[in-house]
């Protein structure tokens, strides 16, 4: 027997809503990638990546961030430095970031940012210094002086970054500001508040979430039932994509695009830079208690620095022999600044006071005093005291 | 010179800095062409433009924080939050950042940003509009804490605010908003931020207080003065730093010292004034200091405000015990 539907009884069958419903909107994710783990490029790559010296260039900040990365947590573990974040498997997003800003844009770090940070001026001994328990690590002394140091409080830094844009916007400069999360620091308001205002206001202002899949023991799954989070740029209005933040070209290229549209008053871009932790969160975690040792294995094949040397052998713009003699120039530099970082000594004490204001309270100039009195009879064992 | 009310003083204020400085920005929820809920930023936008006088969307975090990217890149910014109540979002942003950042930075960032926020009850507002939580920020190293009692000193000080160098945390009771109006030169003349207000010199007990509660500690002075009682009223005004040298010499004048604050007694900024006296004027004391305070308890709902804060008998009260004590 056959049955036939009349259309009409078909529209009757459709609920109610369906048959009111009309689309309000609608919005979908790009994701880039230029460069494959093995180092084969998906397609035609940007103008910047067609000259070999600048790839060249980025590479060997990124191998200098990984010598530097490896000597201070062997400083850590052999007692030389307190806690540190380690940058393992981040130098890309990190280095491609870097490669983009301009020395007036301003930029705003969580605190494993030194891939950006290098390239802006900051020595690898303040990056030491932080660590290692002295504020005189934030004093970026080559670096842009409106550079924001290091922001452990997670998403704070994206209400510092729209601060900073709407003060750009403000003047009327051509300048942006950048700033990085983690995909743990997506869950905080914070970071929604900035992409909204930065939406609503049209700011200068780049957020890229590092996306490492672990928020120290938490992995993205507890953290969002989102695809993406890029997509998070959707409810604050702004433009987000997604990229592959293990690629290079990749990421300097979104960077530069984000940039170029902030630069134009075209407002702000979320990046989702697609990468992997492959340390512990910092020195004093041990990913051992809740990571499998095959996910970090299979993500060791796909880490940024393999595919862009591949490629740059490829194109015979490399070789093992630049490589082994840049690995030891980098290793001189990294012993170089250890050596400085060794040499500074405590802090005086009285620098805990001297810039709480610009102009001392008398009650705070009393306590200095009566803190260099006690410090002048002090025989603390850590050498510093006078 | 233009008689105007406390509220009034602080639109004088910010127009005059507005004028002759044009890194004054100010931002907040409804400051536009609304003029702020209490009226505060009346005219502004009109006047210096949307740019200039910015409506944030809903959410303070973002507006302290934002305060602190605008205030390092080398703006001032004025931020104000609406309801004393709501300011609590902020205090992630000013005690982690505003706070610390020239410290940390040794010197190389300052944040010379001004947060403005109502205080205080007595105006029969909704929940959460009424608190009073001056001794939070005046806990935080690196914040100054001003609270203006007198449309003069409003006008003064918050010229001296947003002049400042540093974060300022600057308090307005609200019920003094309108209470009462004074003449006040639009001059530009700032008033210091280290120095508290001799309101009324006495010789009797010494009576520190702040913001609203100057309205109760004047009227219990003026009761007992009928009597003969001759007490000394200060208005801390800077409620961080405090002021020590006048409210000392003050005490070892009087040897007596009631401590007037609408905010919950424990842990209050009268809690830090009564140590500062315990330290240092303690042989001058003739008789225990006493505090009169809110309790520790949630601000009422309005029918009960008024059971809450001090009034002008505890006040008298409070400087009876202190005589007899």
């Known amino acids: ?386 | 010179m233009a008689k105007v009310a406390l509220v009034e003083a602080i639109t004088m204020a910010l127009a005059h800095e507005m004028a002759h400085d044009d890194s004054v920005v100010v931002l907040g929820e409804d400051v536009g062409k609304n003029g702020g809920v209490f009226r505060a930023t009346v005219g502004l936008q009109e006047r210096f433009g949307t740019e200039r006088v910015v409506d944030t969307p809903l959410a303070e975090a973002l507006i302290a924080g934002v305060a602190i990217g605008m205030a390092a890149m080398g703006l001032k910014p004025v931020a104000e939050i609406q309801f004393s109540g709501f300011i609590y979002p902020c205090v992630d942003e000013i005690i982690n950042h505003a706070g610390r950042l020239r410290n940390r930075t040794r010197g190389r960032i300052s944040v010379p940003m001004v947060l403005r926020a109502p205080s205080g009850g007595g105006i029969h507002a909704p929940e959460h509009h009424s608190e009073s939580n001056e001794a939070l920020f005046a806990h935080m190293p690196g914040i100054r804490v001003v609270m203006p009692s007198s449309p003069a000193r409003a006008y003064g000080l918050l010229l001296a605010a947003i002049r400042d160098p540093d974060p300022v945390v600057f308090l307005e009771p609200t019920r003094l908003y309108r209470l009462t109006k004074q003449e006040v030169a639009d001059d530009g003349q700032a008033l210091p931020l280290d120095t508290c207000f001799v309101l009324r010199e006495g010789t009797d007990c010494t009576l520190v207080t702040w913001g609203a509660m100057v309205v109760e500690s004047m009227a219990a002075a003026e009761r007992l003065a009928k009597d003969g009682v001759s007490v000394e009223v200060i208005d801390l005004a800077t409620v961080s730093p405090i002021d020590e040298q006048t409210v000392l010499e003050s005490v070892e004048k009087t040897g007596r010292c009631v401590i007037v604050q609408e905010a919950p007694i424990t842990g209050g900024v009268g809690s830090e004034v009564a140590a500062l006296i315990a330290e240092k004027a303690l042989y001058s004391l003739e008789a225990p200091i006493v505090r009169v305070a809110g309790w520790d308890t949630p601000m009422p709902l309005f029918k009960l405000e008024h059971d809450y804060m001090p009034s002008t008998d505890r006040v008298v009260a409070g400087i009876r015990s202190a005589l007899e004590g």
């Open chain 1, 1 to 386: 027997m056959k049955i036939e539907f009349d259309p009409f009884f078909l529209f009757f069958l459709t609920p109610l809503e369906a048959r009111l419903r009309t689309i309000a909107a609608k919005f979908e994710i790009g994701h880039t990638q230029y460069l494959d783990p093995d180092g084969k490029p998906t397609g035609p790559l940007p103008r910047f990546a067609q000259d070999p010296a600048t790839l060249v260039g980025m590479y060997r900040w990124m191998v200098q961030v990984r010598v530097f990365d490896t000597k201070a947590i062997a400083l850590q573990r052999t007692g030389q430095l307190g806690t540190y974040a380690s940058c393992l498997g981040h130098e890309a997003a990190h280095v491609g970031i870097g490669a983009a800003m301009a020395r007036e844009d301003a930029f705003f770090p969580m605190y494993r940012e030194y891939g950006v940070q290098f390239q802006r001026g900051v020595h690898m001994h303040e990056v030491l210094l932080f660590w290692g328990g002295d504020e005189r690590g934030n004093c970026f002394k080559d670096a842009p002086a409106h550079d924001f140091p290091w922001c452990v409080p997670i998403a704070t830094q994206f209400h510092h970054a729209t601060g900073a844009a709407t003060a750009f916007k403000y003047r009327k400069q051509k300048r942006c500001a950048v700033t990085v999360i983690g995909d743990g620091g997506t869950s905080q308001g914070d970071f929604y508040e900035s992409l909204n205002c930065a939406g609503a206001w049209k700011l200068p202002v780049v957020f890229v979430v590092c996306n490492n899949k672990w928020a120290i023991s938490v992995p993205l799954a507890a953290q969002t039932a989102c695809e993406t989070l890029a997509q998070k740029a959707i409810g604050g209005g702004i433009y987000g994509e997604q990229v592959d933040g293990n690629d290079i070209i990749a990421m300097r290229d979104a960077m530069d695009r984000a940039l170029k549209r902030s630069r134009k008053g075209e407002g702000a871009t979320l990046i989702e830079a697609m990468t992997y932790r492959l340390s512990d969160h910092t020195t004093a975690d041990d990913a051992r208690r809740y990571r499998d040792a095959a996910e970090v294995e299979d993500h060791k094949a796909k880490e940024p620095l393999i595919r862009i040397r591949k490629y740059l052998e490829t194109l015979g713009a490399w070789d093992a022999k630049q490589e082994q003699a840049w690995l030891a120039e980098c290793a001189a530099r990294v012993d170089a600044e250890v050596a400085i970082y060794k040499s500074a000594g405590k802090p005086p004490v009285e620098s805990m006071f001297d810039h709480m204001f610009a102009n001392l309270p008398e009650k705070l100039a009393r306590q200095r005093d009566a803190c260099l009195e006690l410090a002048s009879h002090a025989d603390d064992g850590h050498g510093g005291a006078h």
